[in-house]
């Protein structure tokens, strides 16, 4: 049975990586834009076969992932009802609720492009009067408090469409002000309203670089928006902006790297993280599984994530053929030519998008790169000499991948001691092997995606401290903030938010110590810290 996730796109940037992500995962499941699988016959959904994946850390062995249908595509085992379920008319439909204050980027995704008729309009929520939050996160937290009603009925009448809800994924940035005021208000809501189900957050971090912020407030928001993210949620993936930049230009040679591009890489990175949902195995093929190894202590749940080979666009260049269909892609030639054109791949290079150099994959050479702070997407030193691993998760992308080949990078690896674990826990690294989707074509034969728990986290959010300590310490930019209930009186929340920030800094170095287990959670809970 499917454990089902329903997915929160809160924000303008919440709604367009959403957007992209389900494009993405349409490619994969061969569903064509209006919702319709590419051919009836040849899509067959099965439960998982406890040969198709494995779980495998540095002292334990793995299994052959290889099925016998795994390349016929006449037999598709997948589990697209984690993510979609099917209306009666055989349209799939995503588990999916499009939030936001202002009209324009919800109006694109339901009304313009090929993927218009792909959501359910009765999941979609925008404020009668389409103002916005104005990069207030206080406005955005009294317009979620105002409105919520509405969006937990939505998620209400979702709930109980699915046979088994797991839990909820949202996706939104913290620096602005519906993403961040209205996601820090859905996510209370959601441990209030649903405390027994996972809550999981893509989060995009700002861009800090003095030059390319366009949000003088963001340090506020971001600070107000990390306690919740710290209190109220179970895992975070950091997608950071300044990090993605960096990776776009450097790795991918593209020179001015625009929205639509930086959103393709990240729907590869959220789909690669899924994929052991979708296309499940023995192991790992439900959301708890694939976190439990990945978050020791409650706390320190923020993950960063890793990708190799790193390419744009190539899901929606190099589609497979479905037999039978007479089509060349897995979406319209509409659809494509509208992805290829939304991700401006044009000028790119090799077949049509923009690629990182690597001319040959193998397991080994992909759990090397993982590692590699050039493939890291967040912007924090993990070669630092203090810093180091609480855990890694790596799923391993490939057909042909023999069980053989996962001992022998493991054990290279460990003999190396290149990477560098906390001294209090176990220095293993958790694989997992997922089959590539059959829809798509790639160059590469096999590709990897790194999920970790480090504690160079605390790099970023010092970062984040320190911006807001120069603006906070002058009460710059605080009039809005004050036109709004919860700072009308005074500011103790401002202090509440980054004394809890604080202490998840002190927690993740207190990681690297090897007296950790004894950390004392009570010194750290005062004024507002955490509890």
């Known amino acids: 049975m499917p454990r089902e996730i329903i997915t929160l796109q809160v924000g303008q940037c919440g709604n367009q990586i959403g957007g992209e992500f389900w494009k993405q995962l349409c490619v994969e499941h061969g569903i064509q834009p209006d919702g319709l699988p590419r051919d009836d016959h040849a899509t067959h ?24 249908h795994a390349n016929n595509q006449n037999f598709i085992d997948d589990r697209k009802d984690v993510f979609f379920y099917q209306s009666d008319a055989g349209h799939y439909i995503p588990r999916a609720l499009l939030v936001d204050l202002e009209p324009r980027v919800v109006n694109k995704l339901i ?20 103002g916005g939050a104005g990069n207030n996160w206080a406005s955005g937290f009294r317009q979620g408090e105002q409105h919520h009603e509405k969006v937990l009925d939505m998620i209400d009448r979702e709930s109980d469409n699915s046979d088994s809800l797991e839990g909820f994924v949202m996706c939104h940035s913290i ?32 861009n800090w670089s003095q030059n390319q912020s366009d949000v003088v407030v963001q340090p506020y928001n971001s600070v107000l928006t990390l306690k919740r ?92 053929p479905t037999s039978g269909s007479g089509d060349a892609s897995p979406m319209s030639q509409e659809a494509a030519a509208a992805a290829a054109s939304s ?12 690629s990182a150099s690597v001319r040959k994959t193998t397991v080994l050479d992909v759990m090397r790169r993982l590692t ?19 855990s890694i998760l790596n799923i391993i992308q490939g057909n042909d991948v023999e069980p053989t080949q996962i001992h022998t990078a493991l054990q290279r690896m460990r003999e190396r001691q290149s990477i560098r674990f906390i001294p209090w826990g176990p220095a293993s690294i958790q694989v997992a092997l997922a089959r590539k989707s059959p829809f798509l074509a790639s160059t590469n034969k096999v590709s990897g995606f790194m999920l970790a728990n480090h504690t160079s986290m605390a790099e970023l959010f010092d970062r984040l401290l320190s911006q807001y300590d120069k603006i906070r310490r002058r009460n710059a930019f605080l009039d809005n903030y004050r036109r709004e209930p919860m700072f009308k009186d005074n500011l103790d929340e401002f202090d509440s938010a980054r004394e809890t920030v604080q202490c998840l800094v002190d927690e993740y170095r207190a990681c690297e110590r090897k007296d950790y287990v004894d950390y004392d959670y009570a010194s750290r809970s005062e004024n507002g810290g955490l509890e």
């Open 343 to 354: 991700n401006n791949t044009n000028t790119g290079t090799g077949r049509g998008g923009h």
């Open 175 to 206: 620096a602005g002000g519906t993403g961040s005021g209205m996601g820090s208000y859905l996510l209370e809501a959601l441990n209030d309203h649903f405390p027994k189900k996972l809550v999981q957050t893509y989060s995009v971090f700002p």
């Open 45 to 68: 959904t099965a439960e998982p076969d406890s040969t198709n994946n494995s779980n495998n850390n540095l002292h334990s062995g793995p299994q052959n992932t290889n099925s016998s």
């Open 229 to 320: 993210l710290t209190l109220n949620a179970d895992a975070v993936v950091v997608l950071d902006n300044t990090a993605l930049n960096r990776i776009a230009v450097d790795r991918l040679k593209i020179e001015n790297p625009t929205v639509d591009q930086l959103n393709s890489l990240v729907a590869t990175i959220m789909a690669a993280s899924t994929t052991t949902l979708r296309y499940p195995g023995y192991m790992n093929n439900d959301l708890i599984g694939l976190l439990a190894s990945l978050i020791p202590t409650p706390r320190c749940h923020f993950l960063m994530t890793g990708y190799t080979p790193l390419t744009i666009a190539d899901y929606y260049q190099n589609p497979i």
């Open 111 to 130: 009304h313009q492009g090929p993927y218009r008729n792909l959501f359910n309009e009765e999941n979609v929520f925008i404020a009668r009067d389409g």
């Open 372 to 390: 590699q702070p050039d493939n890291i997407m967040v912007s924090a030193d993990t070669r630092s000499p203090t810093s180091c691993y609480i």
